[in-house]
């Protein structure tokens, strides 16, 4: 019995370290190929949103946000339709109108904005 428990203790812990080395690994992998989708050449925004405010910023064409800080979550709202959550990236390809929202009633965030040009 206590064989089969030791056993199942190394078979849950041993992925536990390899899944950590390829989340480090990749995560910058797949921030900056995400960062490219807008082109070669781009117009870069770097915009604060404080504790519970928005902001709302005209897009057309190919828009990278890239949310970084403690809090990486927003919301987003593309010509006033549905709320969507962004979990640290957000590729679009909209014309319009795109309201970022910080719904944190505790902490600022910080968002990059990448349109193509």
């Known amino acids: 019995m206590v064989q089969s428990f030791q056993l199942f203790t190394l078979i849950l812990i041993i992925p536990l370290p390899i899944l950590t080395y390829l989340w480090f690994k990749y995560y910058n992998v797949l921030i900056n190929e995400g960062m490219k989708y807008a082109g070669d050449k781009y117009v870069e925004e770097e915009i604060i949103l404080f504790p519970s405010s928005s902001k709302t910023v005209k897009i057309?064409?190919?828009?990278?946000?890239?949310?970084?800080?403690?809090?990486?979550?927003?919301?987003?709202?593309?010509?006033?339709?549905?709320?969507?959550?962004?979990?640290?990236?957000?590729?679009?390809?909209?014309?319009?109108?795109?309201?970022?929202?910080?719904?944190?009633?505790?902490?600022?965030v910080k968002v990059k904005l990448r349109y193509s040009v």
């Open 60 to 108: 057309s064409g190919k828009t990278v946000i890239l949310v970084y800080g403690v809090n990486p979550w927003i919301t987003i709202r593309i010509n006033g339709g549905v709320k969507q959550k962004v979990f640290k990236i957000r590729l679009l390809n909209q014309i319009g109108e795109l309201e970022l929202i910080n719904e944190s009633k505790v902490f600022q």
